[in-house]
């Protein structure tokens, strides 16, 4: 038996059998070029030592004996699982993760295709069929929805990445905004800015989303600057009314939020922005109006099919991915939903 932690190649099998890398390769292949009893012998050495097939390898091999040419794009699978196929495309991060995605696949000779497990939601052993059938071998996962902490279907034997930290199971390499820097720099912005009072804004589902990394922020600036005066929003109900009642007895004088709900209450409580409030958005596109911190959510899809990639090209399943994190930082959007407030130094 070969070493477990050793990659099985054509190599191993072809010094195990003592014949060379082509001859395996066509007995893996069936040709009837080779001896049926070659043939048998091979194909029970490769079960034996377990090896298992780069489907990436075979389809660009495949396509070359077809005569095309090296010229094949393996496509990796973006899955989303929300009700409705599309409702993705209306939020801004969404799209920013297939643009980048896309964008680096492209180079490095990849395809990134949408798959909807609503089309499945009948038979769900049937997409792994379909991207078995394919030769995909390596999902990308974006967040999931709040109800969902799973694909809920077997996916072993892919190569998995997430985006996030929504995925539950299996335990897969995942690629994240930097959530502690995003809020500990828009806490240290505003303060630059002149405020001191600032209000933190952001549903617990929100918070519980990202590992509960956004209040780890807010606890590593209050420790870096112990002059800012933060008061956090912790409702009942979230709602707007209890937000508007919190905002007239804490008087925060920036509002810190990740969703656009947070904005459309905080322009609702008829303070002149930025000129009597603040706002500072955690997830605002470059080039935004709001203020805020933009999260680099196409370097995120990018980084997400370089892992991939990688796990795709070595062969490497879920089952045997190593749980890591990699996380990307946010840039400061100035904006116009703050200013500066002049202070009198005492």
Same mark, same amino acid.
């Given at each position: 038996?070969? $070493? ?8 191993? &099998? ?21 001896? @049926? ?20 390898? #075979? ?7 077809? %005569?095309? %040419? ?10 989303? @699982?929300?009700?409705?196929? $599309? ?28 798959? +909807? ?8 052993? #049937? ?26 279907? $077997?996916?072993?034997?892919?190569? &998995? ?84 009642? +919190?905002?007239? #007895? ?19 409580? %008829? ?20 203020? %805020? ?34 996380? &990307? ?18």
């Amino acid at each position: 038996m070969s $070493d477990p932690h050793q990659r099985v190649t054509l190599q191993t &099998i072809a010094d195990h059998a003592g014949v060379t890398r082509a001859l395996v390769s066509m007995a893996l292949r069936n040709s009837s070029k080779v001896a @049926q009893l070659t043939r048998i012998k091979i194909q029970g050495l490769a079960k034996e030592l377990g090896y298992t097939p780069n489907p990436m390898v #075979r389809a660009l091999m495949t396509s070359v004996r077809q %005569g095309r %040419g090296p010229t094949y794009r393996a496509t990796l699978a973006f899955v989303t @699982q929300y009700k409705t196929r $599309d409702i993705w495309k209306t939020w801004h991060s969404y799209p920013e993760y297939i643009r980048g995605a896309t964008a680096r696949g492209q180079e490095l000779g990849y395809n990134i295709e949408h798959f +909807w497990m609503g089309d499945y939601a009948k038979d769900p052993a #049937r997409f792994t069929a379909v991207l078995k059938a394919r030769g995909i071998a390596g999902i990308i996962v974006p967040p999931l929805p709040i109800e969902k902490r799973s694909l809920e279907i $077997d996916i072993s034997g892919f190569s &998995i990445v997430a985006l996030g930290y929504t995925l539950d199971a299996p335990t897969v390499p995942r690629v994240c905004n930097h959530h502690v820097q995003t809020m500990e720099q828009a806490i240290q912005r505003a303060l630059e800015h002149g405020y001191e009072r600032i209000g933190i804004v952001i549903r617990d589902t929100d918070i519980e989303r990202v590992n509960h990394l956004w209040m780890a922020g807010v606890t590593t600036a209050q420790r870096r600057f112990p002059r800012a005066e933060i008061v956090i929003f912790t409702p009942a109900a979230w709602s707007q009314a209890a937000y508007e009642k +919190w905002y007239r #007895r804490t008087r925060p004088e920036v509002i810190i939020g990740v969703t656009l709900d947070v904005w459309k209450w905080t322009q609702a409580l %008829g303070r002149r922005i930025p000129d009597q409030l603040g706002f500072l958005h955690l997830d605002c596109q470059r080039n935004d109006p709001l203020s %805020g911190m933009h999260q680099n959510t196409h370097r995120l899809g990018g980084a997400a099919v370089e892992i991939l990639a990688s796990l795709v090209e070595g062969n490497i399943r879920c089952e045997e991915e190593e749980s890591r994190i990699t996380m &990307i930082g946010s840039d400061f959007n100035p904006g116009t939903t703050i200013r500066q407030i002049p202070r009198v130094r005492k």
